[in-house]
């Protein structure tokens, strides 16, 4: 399978513990991003990287939130501390460079208790 | 910020019926993309589009760019069950980021 791979699916995590989530995306596309969904809303942008450079953060994205992509390939975003207001799926897309189609992954869907 | 009005917010149509759904906003986008997403997975790309008027097919599902570019609209013929889901409009204007509406939901009786 060549599409946007996330992992974990699933993470429940108790409230103040930190987790990582990771993305492998198209490996052509030179673009990542990070979007949030929450119940009944559509997907809303946390950050965007253009191979290794971070070039794009919403205000969405407090200081306990990381994302990093350190070659340039697969992405992870780390949330430290995590609150209930967290929960949420988090959502990677990755599109090639000339492109504007963002192809999205399944998604990993957290839950904090 | 950029907001895309979406409508309806849900519809309960029988199966082999038409359908019809739309964004609109206050923002002028340079390009306006379609997804679906079935529950617990990711949206799925249906449409681009990237220039003002542009009428696109996808089997059977239409969409077009809006001439005054704040506007786009998706049609859906005679639908069948698989069509059930939730689909989103997104618009891209600034920089590399989409803005989403916020989904129709789609029910199909058979």
């Known amino acids: 399978d060549t599409g946007v791979s996330q992992d974990p699916r699933h993470k429940i995590t108790k409230r103040g513990q930190n987790v990582t989530f990771r993305c492998d995306p198209i490996?052509?596309?030179?673009?990542l991003y990070w979007y949030r969904q929450t119940l009944g809303q559509g997907p809303e942008f946390l950050t965007y990287f253009q191979n290794e450079a971070q070039l794009e953060k919403s205000r969405l994205l407090s200081d306990r939130f990381s994302a990093e992509r350190p070659k340039g390939s697969f992405s992870t975003l780390e949330i430290q501390r995590t609150e209930q207001g967290d929960s949420a799926m988090y959502l990677c897309?990755?599109?090639?460079?000339?492109?504007?189609?963002?192809?999205f992954g399944q998604g990993t869907r957290l839950t904090v208790v | 910020g950029q907001q895309l009005n979406q409508s309806p917010q849900s519809m309960f149509i029988q199966e082999g019926e038409d359908v019809s759904m739309n964004c609109t906003s206050s923002s002028i986008f340079n390009t306006w993309l379609w997804y679906k997403q079935d529950p617990g997975e990711g949206p799925v790309l249906l449409i681009a589009l990237y220039k003002a008027g542009e009428l696109t097919s996808n089997g059977r599902l239409t969409a077009q760019f809006g001439i005054t570019r704040k506007d786009s609209f998706l049609n859906i013929s005679a639908s069948i069950p698989s069509d059930v889901g939730i689909y989103f409009c997104?618009?891209?204007?600034?920089?590399?980021?989409?803005?989403f509406g916020a989904g129709t939901i789609l029910r199909v009786k058979s």
């Open positions: 997104a618009g891209q204007s600034k920089g590399n980021k989409l803005v």
């Open positions: 897309a990755s599109s090639p460079y000339r492109g504007l189609e963002a192809f």
């Open positions: 490996s052509e596309h030179n673009r």
